[in-house]
């Protein structure tokens, strides 16, 4: 279990990078860092992203799961939000955004989920990789793919 107020500290600069607008209301309602219960930080931020996604809002909903998964997986609740983060941006893509593909990369010690844009056999183009990390993942970053495209870049966020 996490700190709460060191939780809330450090999602402030998150939510502001993401364009969470309602992080406040969300910080708020939050009480406790518990498994998913109400009032907890997961809880709190899933409900958020589940309002949001019955609006259509579906890059919105993705940041709010991204918040509920940090700072990094530590149990199964943050799971299942890392799990709905990256489904609900596949939605958002597939809706808005069918340049971007999957790209999954198999390595010795595992498989990378990736996002990509503007790969081609045909056209050669310089490619740009953005790299998250444990705090800001490939989703949050994959979101920038597309602007890049339109420079005749290549990208690919990992």
Known sequence: M???DELKRFAFVHARAQNIRSYRDVLTRIKTDDEGS???WVFEWQ???QELEREGRLLQACRCYNMARFPFVDGAARHLALARCISTFDRWR????PGIQR????????RVRC???GLSTAQRRPVLLI???IVSITEQWAQGLVPLRR????SIAI
Do not use: E
């Open 151 to 154: 420079l005749g870049m290549a």
């Open 131 to 133: 790299m998250g990390g």
């Open 2 to 4: 996490n700190d709460v």
């Open 115 to 117: 996002w990509a844009d």
């Open 38 to 40: 109400p009032g907890s």
């Open 47 to 49: 409900r958020a992203a």
């Open 103 to 110: 790209l999954d990369v198999d390595l010795p010690r595992g």
């Open 94 to 97: 597939g809706q808005r955004q």
